[in-house]
């Protein structure tokens, strides 16, 4: 039982590139997240997946989209990446498709660098 | 909204001293409470939670941590702490209805001198 595997574990890119940060979990949850951390920001969401087929935007979804591919993975993609977008990503999932009382389960992380 | 507060950014203890973290929150109704921690280089890992009940949550690794609804908050402490306790803890704060994503503070860092 792997939990939350993100790949890659570290990304540098260039301004204006694409990349696409994958993430997959075998707990059979129904929510999957993706959380972007800055120093001294905490943990803000990017966007939201409350069951296969459904996403929504968080609090930063600008120069992001995301991909349900199915229950399991859950990808996110910077089209034109830009030197703001250097931060640490974390993708999560929880059991159930609503309320805040579940538990997130989190990845190990992206380390993006954009140039 | 539902919105949480952690005032320390940096935290230093003495290996074997006690330890408190503060966290505050804001919301309306009787909130879903978590901390979480974040080892160096790792992803965030669930310490303990609140839901409802006694106010008096114990966790893994040591941890345990008091609801005041009284005074918003939700401090975890430790009564004496290891060399690996070194990490950034979060606190969080979740509700049923409307944004149902739990909300992160900004984290607090804990280190510890030997």
């Known amino acids: 039982n792997a939990g939350v595997t993100q790949t890659p574990k570290f990304q540098v890119l260039k301004t204006g590139q694409s990349m696409t940060l994958q993430c997959a979990q075998d707990?059979?949850?129904?929510?999957m997240y993706w959380y972007r951390q800055d120093p001294g920001m905490g943990l803000r969401l990017i966007y939201y997946?409350?069951?296969?087929?459904?996403?929504d935007k968080g609090e930063v979804p600008n120069g992001y989209n995301v991909s349900r591919l199915n229950k399991r993975e859950f990808s996110l993609r910077l089209e034109s990446a830009a030197p703001s977008q250097t931060s640490v990503y974390f993708c999560?999932?929880?059991?159930?498709?609503?309320?805040?009382?579940?538990?997130?389960?989190f990845g190990p992380g992206t380390r993006l660098t954009v140039l | 909204a539902q919105s949480v507060t952690q005032p320390d950014i940096h935290i230093t203890v003495s290996e074997g001293a006690s330890l408190e973290l503060r966290c505050n929150y804001s919301?309306?109704?009787?909130?879903?409470l978590f901390w979480y921690v974040q080892s160096p280089g790792q992803g965030l890992q669930l310490l303990l939670k609140?839901?409802?009940?006694?106010?008096l949550v114990q966790g893994i690794k040591g941890f345990e941590a008091e609801f005041k609804r009284s005074q918003s908050s939700f401090n975890l402490r430790k009564p004496s702490v290891h060399w690996s306790d070194a990490a950034e803890y979060f606190c969080?704060?979740?509700?049923?209805?409307?944004?149902?994503?739990?909300?992160f503070g900004r984290g607090t860092s804990l280190i510890v001198h030997p």
């Open positions: 919301y309306g109704a009787t909130p879903y």
């Open positions: 997946s409350a069951s296969e087929g459904t996403t």
């Open positions: 999560a999932s929880s059991p159930n498709s609503s309320g805040g009382r579940d538990t997130q389960y």
């Open positions: 609140y839901f409802s009940g006694d106010t």
């Open positions: 969080a704060v979740g509700a049923w209805g409307g944004s149902y994503i739990p909300t």
């Open positions: 707990m059979n949850h129904n929510s």
